[in-house]
């Protein structure tokens, strides 16, 4: 099991990463995806990176690096100064990235839409300069993030993380080369209109879903008001197989297949840049 967004670098985690690596190891995950969410967590990632490769085998790490719209400033000079920092570290280490993100649109936050549109827009830019897939955000902004990637006519596909939505709108996704990530939504009896979606999901586009927990945040149903972990990815598997179509060693096996589709043909493709 791969859990494909899980924040480890964040503040909830520090004092016991490691332990939740190895419990995340225990439960037979294989690999973490850690998006980026500020430009000072970078080191944090990479630290946590470098732990899982000389520690925790058989668990790997990768990283992506990205502004999320929660961690962006009102101040807009700090902003300013951030995607500046973000474009030298892509030209610096873009072959440690499997990703750029995690970028978005969030129609929850203070900072104007029309702000967080044009960083959203500069990322998605920098993301197609370095051919990197992005990890996605959304919140009340799906149109609005569809009207970026026409404007940008981004093309590098990614994923669209903790989808929730219908299914015309995951087709739009799919249809701009976009996986769908599948995380503790589907865990609640009440989110059947996601349900419907990852249903229809699951019978005509398996090879696009993708599974996530969102550790800290996203807790699975019963789990309300604790912090979430990598540990309980197996609680979505467990809830995707429940939608029908495939038991969860044979979702496992897509989903992990759809994992190495999406990312490690970028690490490929910049390993060959670097040559
Ligand atoms: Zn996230």
């Known amino acids: 099991m791969i859990d494909s967004h899980c924040h480890l670098d964040l503040p909830a985690f520090q004092g016991d990463w ?5 419990h995340a190891t225990s439960a037979g995950l294989t690999r973490i995806l850690i998006p980026g969410t500020q430009v000072s967590q970078w080191s944090t ?6 732990y899982a490769n000389q520690n925790t085998k058989p668990i790997s790490i990768d990283i992506a690096c990205g502004l999320h719209p929660y961690f962006l400033s009102t101040h807009e000079t700090d902003n300013d100064s951030a995607l500046s920092i973000l474009e030298r570290l892509l030209s ?5 990235m499997v990703a750029l993100g995690e970028i978005g649109l969030d129609g929850h936050i203070a ?11 500069v990322q998605l830019r920098l993301a197609s300069e370095y051919a990197l897939p992005v990890i996605l955000h959304h919140r009340k902004s799906h149109h609005l993030i569809f009207e970026s990637l026409k404007k940008t006519g981004f093309a590098e596909g990614g994923v669209i993380h903790a ?6 709108v995951a087709k739009a996704y799919i249809e701009k080369g976009f996986y769908i990530g599948v995380g503790g939504t589907i865990t609640y009896d009440r989110a059947k209109k996601t349900k419907e979606t990852i249903v229809y999901l699951l019978k005509h586009h398996p090879d696009r879903l993708l599974l996530e927990t969102d550790s800290p ?12 972990s990598p540990e309980y990815l197996g609680e979505v598997l467990e809830a995707l197989g429940k939608l ?27 390993s060959q840049k670097k040559a």
Not at 45 to 50: E, F, K, N, V, W
Not at 92 to 96: E, G, L
Not at 244 to 270: S, V
């Open 244 to 270: 029908g179509e495939y038991d969860t060693q044979t979702l496992d096996a897509i989903t992990t297949q759809n994992y190495f589709t999406l990312f490690h043909n970028t690490l490929f493709r910049n």
């Open 111 to 121: 900072l104007p839409m029309l702000r967080q549109k044009e960083i959203f827009e």
């Open 163 to 168: 989808f929730s939505g219908s299914i015309e």
């Open 92 to 96: 610096q280490s873009s072959a440690r």
């Open 217 to 228: 945040d996203m807790p699975m149903q019963g789990r309300q008001g604790a912090r979430n």
């Open 45 to 50: 990632q990479l630290a946590i990176q470098s």
């Open 18 to 22: 490691q332990s939740v690596i190895s």
